[in-house]
């Protein structure tokens, strides 16, 4: 069974830096392009980034251009999210999600429990 | 294609039929995906390809689209389809997924 597992949110203070990372079991994680989705308190679902398999592309969502950095270890199966210069507006539950589908149409079909970021002084 | 409205709500009765809308400029040649959420879950996909159900989802799930219009349909509501419900398609231009504002089934 694929298995997606969120860790490293917590308390940052408004201007602070976090990494969050998704540990990848079950499937061949190589194989698959990867994302982070956010979701802010009782709001809805907004794509943060994408990384696909050999990380040569990155795509973020403008929110967060040029202040998150997606990566991943195909090695280690782990997936990972470096965030600087977070705001209130970052605070959210953020999830790990697994591509699907072909390069035109992308959907998500795993999904991990998230990882709850709060941004805050 | 950057904006896809949903209504806020929909309420159905048990065993009745749910209909959700996504609406979105320029969607009529994309195809769009539907996602479940349960209230402290993850979300999970339902279908994909505007009307494939994926391994496991029951059949009273189903989706159309026609034009600049997509459509879940739940069949046969019943209490554990309470949730809300996000569409997304892939934006090619701007190379980033879009979801839908989302809405939330509440069973009568």
């Known amino acids: 069974e694929a298995l997606l597992v969120e860790s490293g949110g917590g308390l940052v203070k408004p201007g602070g830096s976090l990494r969050l990372s998704c540990a990848a079991s079950?499937?061949?994680?190589?194989?698959?392009?990867m994302n982070w989705v956010r979701q802010a308190p009782g709001k809805g679902l907004e794509w943060v980034a994408s990384i696909n398999r050999r990380s040569e592309k990155m795509d973020y969502a403008g929110s967060v251009k040029g202040r998150f950095t997606v990566s991943r270890d195909n090695v280690g199966h782990s997936l990972s999210l470096h965030m600087t210069s977070l705001s209130a507006e970052d605070t959210a539950l953020y999830y790990c999600?697994?591509?699907?589908?072909?390069?035109?149409?992308?959907?998500?079909?795993?999904w991990g429990q998230g990882t709850l970021v709060t941004v805050s002084s | 294609s950057k904006v896809l409205t949903q209504p806020p709500s929909v309420s159905v009765a048990p065993g009745k039929t749910a209909r959700i809308p996504c609406e979105g400029d320029?969607?009529?040649?994309?195809?769009v995906h539907w996602y479940q959420q349960r209230p402290g879950q993850a979300p999970l996909l339902v279908i994909n390809y505007d009307k494939d159900r994926p391994s496991g989802i029951s059949e009273r799930f189903s989706g159309s689209h026609s034009g600049n219009t997509a459509t879940l349909i739940i069949s046969r509501v019943e209490a554990g389809d309470e949730a809300d419900y996000y569409c997304?398609?892939?934006?090619?231009?701007?190379?980033?997924?879009?979801f839908g504002t989302g809405t939330q089934v509440t069973v009568l």
């Open positions: 999600a697994r591509d699907r589908g072909d390069d035109y149409n992308p959907h998500l079909d795993v």
């Open positions: 320029r969607i009529g040649n994309k195809r």
């Open positions: 997304q398609v892939w934006d090619g231009v701007d190379d980033q997924y879009v």
């Open positions: 079950g499937f061949t994680f190589s194989a698959y392009n």
